[in-house]
């Protein structure tokens, strides 16, 4: 239900945006999480777009560089990162919960459907 896309490759400093569309259910609905996972690491929350609030909150590791957004005419949610850092090399994964109840979510616990990873590897 979930296919995330736009990894890739880029020197540090570059950008990249990564996609997350959904098919089979809206994203208007839906609390939208990305998180990450570097080799050896946990996965760890990036950002989350709440579905009943216009604001979304972002790890203070990305703030100020990454910003979450939703398109719900194309059915995705983007991951605009800019100002890259090796240390966002990493699989990045989106996930979604449609439970409906209101919060704000950081754990990979509490999202339901997930999206295969996109690997982004930034050089320095």
């Known amino acids: 239900q979930l296919q995330a896309s736009g990894g890739g490759s880029v020197q540090a400093g570059g950008s990249l945006r990564l996609s997350c569309a959904a098919s089979g259910r809206t994203v208007s609905s839906a609390t939208v999480g990305w998180f990450r996972q570097a080799p050896g690491k946990e996965r760890e929350f990036v950002a989350t777009?709440?579905?009943?609030?216009?604001?979304?909150v972002l790890a203070d590791s990305v703030k100020g560089r990454f910003t979450i957004s939703r398109d719900n005419a194309k059915n995705t949610v983007y991951l605009q990162m800019n100002s890259l850092k090796s240390e966002d090399t990493a699989v990045y994964y989106c996930?979604?919960?449609?439970?409906?109840?209101?919060?704000?979510?950081?754990?990979?616990?509490?999202?339901?459907?997930w999206g295969q990873g996109t690997q982004v590897t930034v050089s320095s």
């Open positions: 996930a979604a919960q449609w439970s409906g109840i209101s919060g704000i979510y950081f754990h990979v616990r509490d999202y339901e459907y």
């Open positions: 777009i709440p579905w009943h609030r216009d604001d979304t």
